[in-house]
């Protein structure tokens, strides 16, 4: 890709957080479907997705375009994503999401980073896992993975009882938030008091240009996967997922967590049978 084709495109993404929620409307519509977009009027999109003529008009002013027109043409200077071949099922649609948010986020990954923070998570006390919402339950999801490995976690996924545990932490401690837009107010104030308090904050989120990103002392980008041109399918947790997949293989190849785990999962497996 040239830099004129990386820049528009990625300028809507980066922008995206600082929208307003009619522009964020015209964001959505134009990395969900790039190439409709380049053949309909101003008129046209307006209508499509339920915004007026001056909200697109703003829209693409800040991505630094002096009109739509164009901001359509450099839009089609995008070279067309490469799809895998399917068989036109619905199976086969949602295969080709998750490949597309796989290949994007393993391109935004930094090798270094993932070993740092799984370094933190070995010399770390206690590692509290802040999520909300669907982000909850990937917090849960983590914090049970690392008890099993005998490693001390948490997961903490309402914002009231974040901001109270944040204010009793201390260091030794380290928060792993998961957050798709990096920009939840609860959450990064939480993680704010947290660093305060002399705790490390290490963050996965969907936005580069993000609070989160700016107060944490580590920090993942994955991609996020309202941005890949499926509107009717949105799994927001997938690509934070593979991250975590990641760091746990990571943590696996410590032999110490390897034994614990293998004993954890047996005593589980123990316990059903007894209870049967």
Known sequence: MNEVTVSIMQTVENCYPELSRQERKV??????????????????????IKVSNATITRFVKKMHCKNFSEFKLLLAKTPATATLPTRGTIADDVY???QKVLQATQELLDPDVLKQIVSLI?????IYLFGLGSSGYTANEMAQRLLRMG?????????????????????????LVLSTSGNTQEVNQAAKVAQQNQAQVVAITGFQHSPLIELSDLAVVVKNSN??????????????????DIMTTMLLENDTYRTKMDQTVELIMNNKLKTK
Do not use: C, W
């Open 122 to 126: 070995q010399k770390n006390q206690r």
């Open 96 to 98: 080709t999401f998750y």
């Open 27 to 48: 964001a959505l519509k134009v990395m969900q479907s790039p190439e409709e977009i380049q053949g309909m009027s101003i008129s046209r999109l307006a209508k499509s």
């Open 227 to 244: 941005f890949v041109d499926n509107s009717r399918f949105v799994n927001s947790q997938f690509a934070l997922t593979y991250v975590l």
């Open 151 to 175: 490693i001390t976690a948490f997961a903490v996924t309402d914002s009231h009882m974040m901001y109270i545990t944040s204010g009793i932490m201390r260091h030794g401690d380290m928060i």
